[in-house]
């Protein structure tokens, strides 16, 4: 049932969505259709095809809130044809062919706020836990269940129709669009909560999107750039931990077991966006990853031109986590210290209160320092704000390895070395 939740909510989802007409309405039936499967399956067994199975459970259903809302009569064509009736209620279909795709242009309407439209698109159609999201942007759980509240009673009120855009409205939708996947492989590369440090269901979505994005979208830089970011970022994940699931860092990976061949994709997508000379966030974020990925050894990372690479960023996406890890390329090229000094300056920003790779960074600069006891201070409030249990387990090893206290010295034993009586 996990398995299916995963692969299949945003396909049956789309469908459902189609008959009821209404977001809102569609949610609650899939959901329906799941509770349904629990028994159905646990006595029939599990279908051959349970994406169809849920599919046509909670078709039923919207058609029965339908039913009841006495507007059957207008919505016969579906009952007796359900897939030719939906496309001819959607002029905009042909326009996103991939379902779940559509799913996502279809719920970033400009009706809604930004940030509104990511988080209710990432919620519904991604099924990305709320508490994630909030992670995503920063927020507590509690603000951003208000938001996707709000957003699904504006769509209530404004009689917002789900309707697919068609070709022309796309490009407005677009930066939206680009923001939802990312958060979606964000959230996937490095799992929020958990044991595991990666979902790799939630980061193949993520890159399949942004594949089936450029296929619709083949002129559009950011979208060469979003998945030259994907490609280049996800080509490290067998070696992001060790044999045992422990964590290990940029600089202490296995660059050989790296995947090449997504990173020449990957560079061969941050040249093409940067040749059309409308360079974007996700392009320059690529740009980033791939002197990562050309990089013989993390030392021997072109660390100056990150950091140029990072200011051209800023001027673009006024972040505190983009100045954050600039501050980390400027501790390779400058140092510690004066990395230390702007790490400070970010600090100040209230968006990063409860971003634990604040204080994670702060700390192992102040490692590098040789300030050990302030450290300490720092590890320990990172891991007073991570969930995920494989970075848990690498900041307290990181704590311990500034707090050991040495053994204490036997004289007696250090005398009989030097072949002298302690006595």
Partial sequence: MADAHRREWAFVLAATARVAGDLDVAEECVQDAYLAALAAWARDGVPDKPGAWLTATAKRKALDVLRREKVFRSKMPLLVEPAEAEMAEEPGADAVPDDRLRLVFTCCHPALAREAQVALTLRLVCGVATGDIARAFLVTETTMAARVTRAKKKIAAARIPYRVPGAAELPERLDAVLTVIHLLFTTGHTAPTGADLVRADLVDRAVHLTRMLLALMPDEPEVRGLLALLLLTDARRATRTDGSGRLLRLEDQDRSAWDRAAIAEGNHLVLGAFRTGRVGRYALQAAVASLHAVAPSYAATDWPQVVRLYDELLKRWSSPVVALNRAVAVSMVDGPAAALAEVDTVAADPHLAGYHYLPAIRADLLRRLDRDAEAA??????????????????????????????????????????GVSGR
Avoid: C, G, I, K
């Avoid at 201070?377 to 387990?393: F, M, P």
């Avoid at 311990?400 to 007696?412: L, R, Y």
């Fill in 377 to 418: 201070d720092a590890y320990r409030a990172a891991l007073a704000l991570v969930d995920n249990e494989a970075e848990r387990a690498f900041l307290t090893a990181r704590l311990a390895s500034v707090t050991e206290v040495p053994p204490p010295v036997d004289h007696d034993v250090v005398a009989r070395r030097r």
